[in-house]
């Protein structure tokens, strides 16, 4: 359960964090460009990366209602006094990101920025969530132990944003590049 946390943790960290960075840049270069097809890839690949990390979180959720120390935080916390940021964080963090399955939705650049906001939220309330039932239960914060990777500030997230979105554009470009060759040949 713990190395299932870790890679839930590491891929929240590399892709969904910098998510909102990644997606601003798509939405420059769409502008910027005059290839629109490779933007279109380009957010097909985001989409499904967002999706498989929705999928895997929704795992993770649903696993740790077997083991009974994690239920009862679970259920602990979405029905306590703050079971209305425990609501939000599932709304944000879960639910509406899974409306990218709707064909429309899922390659609206401009509705997978909106899906970025709400994840970005999503996160910030299970922060909250943590934080706040944690003091509300007299835990002590210097026994927690650090689960997530440290991060180095903000312009660590802006640099791996940029870099995650070279690397989703130049994917896009060899992909549309292959599809355009496959054209060719079959002409």
Same mark, same amino acid.
């Given at each position: ?20 960075? %990644? ?24 989409? /499904? ?29 979405? %029905? ?42 999503? /996160? ?9 039932? *944690? ?11 650090? %689960? ?7 312009? *660590? ?12 554009? %130049? ?17």
């Amino acid at each position: 359960m713990e190395i299932f946390s870790d890679i839930i943790s590491l891929i929240n960290l590399l892709f969904i964090k910098p998510l909102l960075v %990644t997606v601003f840049i798509l939405l420059f270069y769409r502008i910027l460009s005059s290839r629109k097809d490779v933007v279109t890839e380009a957010v097909l690949i985001v989409k /499904w990366g967002v999706l498989l990390y929705i999928f895997l979180d929704i795992i993770f959720y649903s696993v740790l209602l077997i083991f009974p120390n994690e239920e009862y935080d679970f259920v602990n916390r979405a %029905t306590g006094p703050y079971w209305w940021s425990y609501l939000i964080m599932m709304l944000g963090h879960l639910l509406i990101p899974l409306l990218l399955l709707v064909k429309k939705l899922g390659i609206n650049i401009y509705f997978l920025l909106f899906v970025s906001f709400v994840i970005n939220i999503g /996160w910030m309330f299970e922060r909250f969530v943590i934080i706040m039932t *944690s003091i509300h239960r007299d835990y002590e914060p210097d026994s927690w132990s650090g %689960t997530s990777i440290p991060l180095y500030g903000d312009w *660590s997230l802006l640099l791996i944003g940029v870099i995650e979105a070279v690397l989703v554009l %130049t994917l896009a470009y060899f992909l549309t590049l292959k599809s355009k060759k496959e054209e060719i040949s079959t002409n």
